[in-house]
């Protein structure tokens, strides 16, 4: 049977399992037959170094900051989101979030076209702090690129890297 050594042949060419999925599953007499995709999973958390993460699913994204990225910056008192049509860049400045700390920049940790800003954070955005990985996100997008996905972390990873961090200080 073929599908063992798809398997095979995609771990040992260096794809990162968390961007290989079987994508169906068909039986077709005796044989089935798998269909792989190396996209990355319909639906996953993704991470930057800075702390920013986009929730993908398909190919929409919701991006906010991290509670490592909120616990670092204190009470949020200020929130710059991006309007609804604007492109932004993987990298690129998106936002601003300013706390009784500091002013802190929001970099996309994808680009796209923002469909939808949290209008609850601009008005309250204590809402970071409270709830930064949920009621606190920032702004949802139209992804234009999902390879750039390959380039984030994923949950497991970031919490890894989280170590890292800690261990630097």
Do not use: C
């Not at 999973?41 to 170094?49: I, R």
Request: net charge negative; hydrophobic share 40%.
């Amino acid at each position: 049977m073929a599908v063992p050594r798809i398997t095979a042949v995609l771990m040992k060419s260096g794809i990162k399992s968390q961007f290989v999925k079987v994508t169906s599953l068909t039986a077709i007499g005796s044989q089935r037959h798998m269909d792989f995709s190396t996209t990355p999973a319909a639906k996953e958390k993704f991470f930057t170094e800075k702390h920013e993460w986009v929730d993908v699913n398909g190919s929409m994204g919701i991006v906010g900051v991290s509670k490592y990225a909120a616990d670092a910056l204190g009470d949020v008192v200020y929130a710059q989101l991006p309007e609804v049509g604007d492109d932004v860049e993987k990298g690129a400045d998106a936002g601003v979030l300013e706390s009784v700390k500091a002013a802190s920049e929001v970099y996309s940790p994808v680009s796209g076209k923002v469909t939808e800003k949290n209008v609850a954070v601009e008005d309250g955005p204590a809402i970071i702090n409270q709830s930064p990985e949920n009621e606190g996100w920032l702004y949802k997008l139209e992804l234009s690129n999902l390879d750039e996905l390959k380039e984030l972390m994923n949950q497991e990873a970031y919490e890894k890297f989280l170590e890292s961090v800690s261990d630097d200080h």
